[in-house]
């Protein structure tokens, strides 16, 4: 879902496509065919396939391992956002709160 509420912050209309449907504001499940005709953009969340699977190597799409936000580059950015939002906290200022 949080792959949604980035697209949603985009602006983009969210459709879902699932074996089990849950209620989500902002998110339209339809069936899978209209979810091909109708995105621009497809993020498929799948457990580990096959090395011959033809989606491996259908053409405009890029695959990334489950863990693709773990770079160096990215746990550092997050650890200065952690630090910078403890700062602001503890000087009165809170930001980025949920």
């Not at 902002?26 to 396939?49: F, Q």
Request: glycine letters at 4%.
């Amino acid at each position: 879902m949080r792959t949604a509420k980035i697209a949603q912050a985009f602006g983009c209309e969210v459709y879902a496509y699932s074996r089990t449907k849950k209620e989500v504001p902002g998110i339209t499940y339809v069936d899978l065919d209209t979810l091909l005709a109708a995105c621009d953009i497809i993020s498929l969340h799948v457990p580990p396939i096959a090395s011959d699977h033809p989606l491996l190597l259908a053409p405009h799409t890029l695959m990334t391992p489950h863990v693709a936000f773990a770079t160096q580059e990215a746990l550092w950015k997050r650890a200065m956002i952690v630090f910078d939002n403890v700062k602001k906290y503890l000087e009165g200022m809170p930001q980025n709160e949920i």
